[in-house]
């Protein structure tokens, strides 16, 4: 097949709803770059534009990989997946950015190894689970799948990046709920997870964190202290109204009030300048992207591109879902990007590897 009747066959709805996406996110870092807090500096919108032509371009390239390929290499999965431990303990070496130990710091960017190893964890249970979906009636294959998860998960924990363990975990238990774990299985996880959960808070968690959860549980107890950051989002939201106060106009983001508007809070930062017609085009083209993704897992031919389709809906979803939560102050601050929006290349750039090995799934029909 020649390269433009391949691209041709793209999913260009898909495609197009993650570029727009990532043009909603451009929009808005550049708006927050001319803050009084950034002084003008422009460097996050032109590497973050950097980051979605890299991104695009390894889209086209993975594409022409064939997922079959892909699936029927085990090992290869294995290898990529202890490289990613590998990458995540290595971390712990390195000095801490905001609190946090996550980011290897690549010339003029940041690499953060959690973002290839969700891609990894959704492949190696789509081929886990694709061959032993009618025999999920066994502990042993939660189990088995769960030391593949739990490895990462620990690691991540202890970074400490709650966010992305909440978003493993989510994964995890999605694809076993659609792979057919029995309930009682399911609810027998759950009640395991409640009590790591508040063994967690009572021993593990530090004092910052403790605030952090205290803090979103009494919203108006220290209001310039702990829960400054999710009273200047919700403030941000509300400025909005109908049709925003405009690009670069947005007065909590560009007097420097809203903390962290180009990642964390950029959900904040857009429904202060666009307005709630805005938020509806966001959550609009979000809505379209996962539709998309649907259509190709419900249309796949084999168990595992229709786990791998729907592991990666539930991993973008569940980001999405966390960090509008957190702008919304209904949930606590744990440090989510909006997935394609907020700045941040690993996480756009693993967006949209796994397009594109979406695309392929499509195209082949496998």
Known sequence: MSFWNHIKKFDWLLVGSAILLSIIGLISIWSSSSSVSTSSDYNNFYKQLFFLGMSISAMIGISFIDNRTIRENPIAMFIFYCFCIVLLFGV???????????????????????????????????????????????????????????????LIFLHPEFGSVAIILSIWLSILLISGIRVRHFIMILIVFSLTIILGFNIILKDYQKERLLGFITPQADPLGRNWNQNQSKTSIGAGGILGEGIGNGSQT???????????FIFSAIAEEMGFVGVCILLGTFMLFFSRILRIALRAQSNFCRLFASGIAISIFVQMFINIAMNLGLLPVIGVPLPMVSYGGSNLLFSFIAIGILQNMKIIKA
């Open 92 to 154: 712990f070496f390195l000095p801490e950015i905001r609190g946090i130990k996550s980011w290897y710091k690549i010339g003029f960017a940041s690499f953060d190894p959690i973002e290839p190893t969700k891609l990894i964890l959704i492949l190696i249970l789509a081929k886990y689970f694709s061959s032993r979906h009618i025999e999920l009636y066994k502990l042993k294959h939660i189990f088995y799948s769960g030391i593949y998860v739990g490895i990462p998960a620990i």
């Open 254 to 264: 560009q007097n420097g009030f809203l903390p962290e508007p180009h990642t964390d």
